[in-house]
């Protein structure tokens, strides 16, 4: 079975400081991972997917991720928060059976403080 | 249109009615989902479908009753909710079944059963 472990449901940064938010996963299988944002009131957008290519993933808004798999992690990072990043993160392992079926993470919401 | 649309964006209901919750994929993808997001619990699979066949039911109640006419439609037929059914419900598609396919979301509906 799959699981995601995010560590910190709140997360709060100044503008322009880096941003980090911590995913641990499980997976009986190599994990397709990605990561997803929502913003209030609206559906969740992908950020970024990790399925076995380089370790180092680049997604949109200048955020990036890097799988690691000795210590089962996946953690976004930004260098820079923008007031525009304010939102909850989720991250994601694909399931192993055949099929397409997403384990979130209980997610993180991100605050920026100006 | 484009992209993902779920109607109506907000429903009330009593625990009589029945409703209906509808979702229109726009990106030609094949595969389709309901999840389930309520306060402080993870994302919840309920369905998928592939190319109209339900593939995945994960034990939802059966006060909740899916539909996929075609690849790009989907339902959820309500009827007898439970106020604990007060949720954000999230519609998604996806290319195929594939585990590296990611999937995209609608804004959702946020249901309140009364």
Not at chain 1, 75 to 98: I, N, R
Not at chain 1, 100 to 111: P, V
Not at chain 2, 74 to 82: A, E, K, P, V, W
Request: hydrophobic content about 35%.
């Amino acid at each position: 079975a799959q699981s995601v472990t995010q560590l910190g449901s709140h997360v709060s940064v100044s503008e322009g400081a880096l941003v980090l938010l911590r995913c641990n996963y499980s997976s009986s299988v190599p994990p397709y991972l990605f990561w997803y944002v929502q913003y209030p009131n609206q559906g969740l957008q992908l950020l970024l997917k990790y399925t076995s290519a380089a370790t180092l993933v680049k997604g949109i808004n200048g955020f990036e991720a890097e799988f690691k798999k000795s210590e089962t992690s996946f953690h976004l990072t930004k260098p820079s928060a923008h007031m525009s990043d304010a939102a909850e993160y989720f991250c994601a392992v694909s399931g192993a059976s055949a099929g397409n079926m997403l384990t979130f993470g209980g997610g993180t919401r991100l605050m920026v403080k100006p | 249109e484009t992209g993902v649309t779920q109607t109506p964006r907000h429903l009330v209901m009593g625990m009589t009615n029945k409703k209906s919750l509808k979702c229109e994929q726009h990106l030609g993808h094949n595969a389709m989902y309901w999840y389930k997001q309520s306060a402080k619990k993870p994302l919840e699979l309920m369905f998928v479908y592939n190319f109209k066949e339900q593939t995945e039911n994960n034990s939802v109640p059966s006060r909740f009753s899916p539909e996929c006419p075609n690849s790009s439609h989907l339902f959820l037929h309500l009827h007898t909710l439970q106020p604990e059914d007060s949720a954000l419900y999230l519609c998604a598609s996806s290319q195929r079944l594939r585990r590296s396919d990611e999937q995209y979301f609608g804004p959702g509906t946020r249901l309140t059963v009364t």
